[in-house]
């Protein structure tokens, strides 16, 4: 994985497949059923409208309206899926880049929390001599601090972000843009901005509707990948 100095850079990469970590597919959940065959992954159609997959540097933030969909349960399948790979690629002898997850639900001291998580991933690579790129799952409420972090452009930072209910309806891009409001001041930052919802002719379906993708086109209504939502055990899997 080739890993840009300077993290706009990033959109001249998104063409460069080998540059990337495809998150389409990663390890598999217990006892899957044959539809579930990207195990942790989101899937082909989503991978492939971002670009390809993510690098150090890669930022998305995943909105929703207040208790309409469960994008706090996908990042974390992501974050989930993204450690048992890791674990893999340690365990079996594997080759690949590894990509440690670190939450971070509260920051009292920026600096040392940045500190902390590259003497973590230098340690690792020490250890391991691999590359690693830590994934870092940041609370929606640490959003600021996070951009503040010059470290985060060797990192892939997943987080989330809610949005008081609204009479738009869902899904269409005047609602995904009410979710990214311009209160939302770190959307410039943002390599992909993206909302989801449950449509309502859809029974256990959630949708993506995206605000902003650094790379490539944002896709018509009809076109947004979704996934099945097993409410009982938290799991999504590509439609």
């Not at 609602?175 to 909302?195: M, T």
Request: glycine letters at 8%.
């Amino acid at each position: 994985m080739t890993n840009p100095i300077e993290h706009l850079s990033f959109a001249d990469l998104a063409d460069k497949t080998k540059s990337l970590l495809s998150l389409a597919t990663l390890p598999p959940w217990d006892n899957p059923t044959p539809d579930q065959s990207n195990g942790h992954g989101w899937g082909e159609a989503f991978d492939s409208i971002i670009g390809g997959g993510v690098c150090a540097g890669t930022m998305i933030c995943f909105g929703a309206e207040t208790g309409r969909s469960a994008h706090t349960d996908l990042v974390m399948q992501i974050a989930d899926g993204l450690a048992l790979r890791t674990s893999d690629l340690i365990k079996y002898g594997k080759p690949g880049v590894l990509t440690p997850v670190v939450h971070i639900s509260q920051i009292a001291d920026r600096d040392a929390m940045e500190v902390q998580i590259k003497t973590f991933a230098a340690n690792l690579a020490r250890i391991s001599s691999r590359e690693v790129m830590p994934v870092v799952v940041v609370d929606e409420h640490q959003q600021i601090d996070i951009r503040r972090m010059d470290g985060r452009r060797d990192w892939v930072v997943l987080m989330t972000t809610t949005a008081p209910p609204m009479e738009t309806r869902p899904g269409t891009d005047k609602w995904c843009a009410a979710v990214f409001g311009e209160e939302y001041d770190l959307v410039p930052a943002l390599d992909v901005a993206v909302a989801l919802y449950a449509p309502d002719a859809e029974k256990n379906v959630i949708k993506a509707a995206f605000h902003k993708i650094r790379w490539g086109a944002i896709p018509e209504e009809k076109d947004q990948p979704k996934w099945n939502w097993e409410r009982s055990t938290g799991r999504f899997w590509p439609v």
